[in-house]
């Protein structure tokens, strides 16, 4: 698994954003940007210990027993046991639309929610690779690295609002200069942290679809999920509503209709991408 690796990435991001943080502090002060730093980290501390439920909630998301869902139950136990992992709390959504996520701190902690949709539309073996990618999200801290990716990624955004609009952060000379420079990481703050934010949501994918082929060696089988992901999703696309936003970058699946420029801004690779990495790992030329 990417556990490692993600630790390491972890320690990267904290120590790019954090100097991002210090160039955005020397051009507007200090004070400002350290009270809308500490206020921003404690809130997403606060949030990722309590990510699950923020998670589960917005998807209106209720537990289910194993006689409620004994596939789920089954395939999800025996792929925690081949990965010699707690199993995770299980959950549906009663959605129409078809997806999937996993949330929680870390294995011990931790759910995997599948939507109403996806259980009608995906056979077992899908599933089962659908399972396994999740599962893997959990397994690599991924929840760990997203929470502080977007915990600095805030707090970029908010201190640099925050100092430019306060009366201390503004520049006491030069007012023409300190008016451009502001204006230009007013803007250039926030996008260099949400391009941070992209790659990091994008590699995640990625990484968890490699890690679930590991634990299901068929990466074909997910392959088929995807494009009937890819379907579904199209035809039934989640309403963007505001709490939906955060859990949206969580699901294996972008759950909107992406259109125009927004289409650069998702949390997910093309689906096209992800079937083709698949597919060369299954030894399809390429």
């Known amino acids: 698994m990417h556990a490692s690796r993600n630790t390491l990435r972890t320690a990267a991001l904290l120590t790019a954003l954090s100097g ?76 129409a639309a078809p997806n999937a996520f996993a949330t929680g701190r870390d294995p011990r902690h931790s759910a995997v929610c599948c939507t109403e949709g996806i259980l009608t539309m995906l056979d077992e073996r899908e599933l089962r690779a659908v399972l396994a990618h999740e599962l893997s999200h959990v397994l690599n801290r991924d929840i760990l690295v997203s929470s502080i990716t977007t915990a600095l990624a805030s707090a970029v955004m908010l201190g640099v609002q925050l100092a430019w609009l306060l009366p201390f952060g503004r520049p006491a ?21 949400l ?18 082929v ?35 970058a969580l699901m294996i699946a972008n759950p909107f209709r992406p259109e125009g420029w927004s289409r650069l801004f998702s949390t ?3 689906m096209a991408d992800r079937v083709a990495r698949l597919e060369r790992m299954a030894g399809y030329p390429r």
């Open 195 to 212: 391009v941070v934010q992209l790659g990091v949501s994008r590699s995640r994918e990625y990484e968890a679809d490699a890690s679930g």
């Open 173 to 193: 000379d030069d007012e023409d200069g300190g008016l451009v420079n502001g204006l230009f990481l007013l803007v250039l703050a926030p996008v260099a942290a």
């Open 20 to 95: 991002l943080i210090l160039v955005v502090g020397s051009f507007f002060g200090p004070l400002g940007l350290v009270v809308a730093l500490v206020a921003t980290i404690g809130m997403n501390c606060a949030a990722y210990l309590a990510s699950d439920k923020v998670a589960l909630r917005a998807m209106r998301a209720y537990p289910v027993s194993e006689a409620m869902q004994p596939v789920m139950y089954r395939i999800v136990r025996e792929l925690s046991t081949g990965a010699r992992q707690p199993m995770p709390r299980l959950y549906v959504s009663p959605t």
């Open 268 to 270: 997910h690779p093309p």
């Open 214 to 248: 590991v634990l299901t060696g068929d990466p074909l089988g997910l392959a088929a999920a995807l494009r009937k992901l890819e379907a579904g999703t199209r035809a039934l696309p989640l309403r963007p509503a505001p709490e939906l936003q955060t859990t949206s």
